[in-house]
DNA sequence: ATTATTGTATTATGTGCTTAATACAATAAT
DNA sequence: ATTATTGTATTAAGCACATAATACAATAAT
């Protein structure tokens, strides 16, 4: 159900962490909602209970999720946060894409046609229609 | 000289592989160059010489390298092999840029706007003026 | 009260990354 | 001829990641 790639280099509990954290902010998860059990997420997601648990306590150290001792876990009602983890995230995938572009020469103009004839086969998939 | 990042959960052969391919494909070191060698390359990147040769090796095994026994390490003159390697690198970078941005629930034209916008301090660093 | 489900913690094992310390072969420089 | 520099290979050690197999505490469900 998730695609979490093994042969990126990247750490799968650090995927999961970016997964997850999306899942958040796109509000596709939504706000005090809760979500499946360590041990389901960990089948959902193909991987190890205590991989999906490194994952989650970091999201809970970020104030994204909070654990409720035996009724299960939460994503936070504290939509600053969550606005902020957006804000933050949006700005970092953005500054990183910026500076590969330029990196390997391309112009801002070319750069914006690029990402203008790309962005087709991307729309209408979140529940956030407009973050201005 | 070069900002490998140890923290960042990447290992540091892919990231020295990225940095390197991106020298190449825009440009900054020019085909049919000669590079450094892997101790002063080691050197220059803060990391041991054998996860140098760890990321060269791979270069080299995608043809964007050749090393002629003793004389040292160049990179190919094959333009064509450079501008497929950065077609591919662009398409994959454009596309994870898009994939995310369209998932935290930005639109296209948001989307647009932003990177109008942050495209500003990056302009004039690559040898690189025009990909048309 | 008992059972099941929740988050959490522990120990062990295997694998890949990174550094370290060498060593060797080939050849350019002297 | 000798020396230095090049790429390359080997062995060992430490560390983080990932899985596996359990176990425990707390509480919701029965």
Request: net charge neutral.
């Amino acid at each position: 159900m998730f695609d979490v790639k093994y042969d990126s280099g990247v750490p799968i509990y650090l995927q999961i962490i970016h997964l997850i954290r999306q899942k958040i902010v796109s509000g596709e998860w939504a706000p005090g909602s809760r979500v499946p059990g360590v041990r389901d997420l960990a089948i959902e997601f193909g991987v190890n209970p205590n991989t999906m648990q490194k994952a989650l306590s970091e999201l809970e150290r970020e104030g994204l999720l909070y654990s409720e001792r035996t009724a299960g876990r939460f994503i936070t009602e504290n939509t600053g946060i969550i606005d902020a983890a957006r804000e933050r995230l949006a700005g970092q995938v953005l500054a990183e894409f910026i500076k590969q572009m330029a990196q390997m020469g391309f112009t801002r103009e070319r750069t914006i046609k690029l990402v203008e004839s790309a962005f087709e086969n991307h729309a209408g998939l979140s529940k956030r229609e407009e973050n201005s």
